[in-house]
């Protein structure tokens, strides 16, 4: 199985300021069929369940807010608020979907 | 709009068996492939299930092959899941979820299920 493995764990950013965590995976997503990369960022907040923000490591949804941003390639990905909101505040997980089982990263804690 | 409700979870004792359902709504159903992802209490998410839109391919995590079996009646909107043989370490929010574009883009609101004697 593909071991998703995030950092940190937690970090704490004022509002307005920019946040960046990141998400390496044990083998690369990247497909060399399509050279897109199996990487995707969800967002979950207390008593709901997660929502996908960033697919294919840097397409954001429909809907997501342009202060998010994804980027990496292979086996290394950043996920970047660039100024961060009140709402903003969740766990944020990264998912690789290159082969089965699909697999999450532990998770990381972003606190205002 | 797209929709996705699960329900069946509740509470069982161990070694006992629960099916769980997920009603789709506000999109071609049949058009897609689905997942189920469980988050147990307090912890991280663990995707467990995947059917394609035609059921011709399944898979499951391995901590539950063997004594899960996902299925899915196209005719009437539904997803499932027949859990067997439960454990403790089944406890979590079951969640079905609909595989997009990418991955996993619409999720439910989750079902519980909880193993205690």
């Known amino acids: 199985d593909i071991v998703m493995t995030q950092s940190p764990d937690s970090l704490a950013v004022s509002l307005g300021e920019r946040a960046a965590f990141n998400c390496k995976s044990s083998?690369?997503?990247?497909?060399?069929?399509?050279?897109?990369?199996?990487l995707a960022w969800f967002q979950q907040k207390p008593g709901q369940p997660p929502k996908l923000i960033i697919s294919w490591a840097s397409s954001r949804e429909l809907g997501v807010p342009d202060r998010f941003s994804g980027s990496g390639s292979g086996t290394d990905f950043t996920l970047t608020i660039s100024s961060l909101q009140g709402e903003d505040a969740a766990l944020y997980y990264c998912q690789q979907y290159y082969e089965t089982p699909r697999t999450f990263g532990q998770g990381t804690k972003v606190e205002i | 709009q797209v929709q996705l409700v699960e329900s069946g979870g509740g509470l069982v004792k161990p070694g006992g068996s629960l099916r769980l359902s997920c009603s789709a709504s506000g999109f071609t159903f049949g058009g897609y492939s689905m997942s189920w992802i469980r988050q147990a209490p307090g912890k991280g998410l663990q995707w467990i299930s995947y059917i394609s839109h035609t059921s011709t391919y399944t898979s499951y995590a391995d901590s539950v092959k063997g004594r899960f079996t996902i299925s899915r009646d196209n005719t009437k909107n539904s997803l499932f899941l027949q859990m067997n043989r439960l454990t403790d370490e089944d406890t979590a929010v079951y969640y079905c979820?609909?595989?997009?574009?990418?991955?996993?883009?619409?999720w439910g609101q989750g079902t519980l299920v909880t193993v205690s004697s």
């Open positions: 979820a609909r595989d997009g574009p990418a991955t996993d883009d619409t």
């Open positions: 083998q690369s997503l990247l497909s060399r069929s399509n050279n897109k990369n199996y």
